[in-house]
């Protein structure tokens, strides 16, 4: 199963207003990371929280991080047309054979409508 | 410009058919992975590389292959494809082996169709 799942899997807002994602996992990890997909094209990073932060901001975006209950909230805040993507969260794994591997959620759909 | 390159964007071939998708990057990052997406099941790893020559498995390696001989390349290659590869595949790379604080660049993506 996905280390990270989004909820919800679809999100219709307008122009304007704000839109809230939460992303849950299921490790320990030592980042959070989220990304944006516009329609089938490569992902793009959008920020990273660390496991020692609670919540940072970039722009209009606003993520909060509770290591507690293993999730994560991506929020957009007077969201635009050209906001709509998928949008997924990221996690960091150690395998014991080394090095590192990230694991995506099956992401959250914004339809943001002018 | 950095970027991550793949090729080709768009590749339909028939089932066995040896292929190869290339990436290359020119941010001189030590980890590069493979990723395939499909519908409803978000991003699954396939492969990645720490650095030359060091390769490991992801959550879906059956049916591929990589080579990581050169730092900016790491081609992906189905041997014998089946139409259950038929997928949407990205490449990425990041700047550190301990990559716990670096996000990853991903390429456009190649739309494979396997008939």
């Known amino acids: 199963s996905q280390q990270g799942e989004e909820d919800p899997q679809a999100l219709s807002i307008q122009e304007g207003e704000n839109a809230t994602m939460n992303c849950s996992y299921k490790?320990?990890?030592?980042?959070l990371q989220w990304y944006r997909q516009n329609s089938g094209r490569g992902l793009v990073h959008l920020i990273l929280?660390?496991?020692?932060?609670r919540e940072k901001h970039s722009g209009r975006l606003r993520v909060t991080l509770d290591t507690s209950k293993k999730s994560s909230s991506l929020l957009i805040t007077a969201s635009r047309a050209a906001d709509t993507a998928s949008y997924f969260c990221?996690?960091?794994?150690?395998?014991?054979?080394?090095?590192?591997?990230?694991?995506f959620g099956a992401g959250t759909r914004l339809f943001v409508k002018a | 410009e950095a970027q991550v390159t793949q090729n080709p964007r768009y590749l339909i071939t028939v089932t066995g058919k040896k292929l190869t998708v290339t990436c290359s990057q020119n941010?001189?990052?030590?980890?590069m992975s493979w990723y395939r997406q499909d519908p409803g099941l978000g991003l699954r790893q396939i492969y990645y590389?720490?650095?030359?020559?060091?390769?490991d498995k992801g959550d879906v390696p059956e049916g591929y292959k990589v080579s990581r001989k050169e730092k900016r390349n790491f081609p992906l290659i189905l041997e014998s494809p089946s139409p259950n590869q038929t997928s949407l595949y990205f490449c990425?790379?990041?700047?550190?082996?301990?990559?716990?604080?670096?996000?990853?660049?991903f390429g456009s993506g190649t739309q494979l169709s396997v008939l």
């Open positions: 990425a790379s990041s700047s550190r082996t301990d990559a716990t604080n670096e996000k990853l660049f």
């Open positions: 490790t320990s990890i030592n980042n």
């Open positions: 929280i660390r496991s020692n932060e």
């Open positions: 990221a996690t960091l794994l150690t395998p014991n054979t080394g090095g590192f591997k990230t694991i």
């Open positions: 941010m001189n990052h030590e980890y």
């Open positions: 590389s720490m650095n030359v020559e060091v390769t």
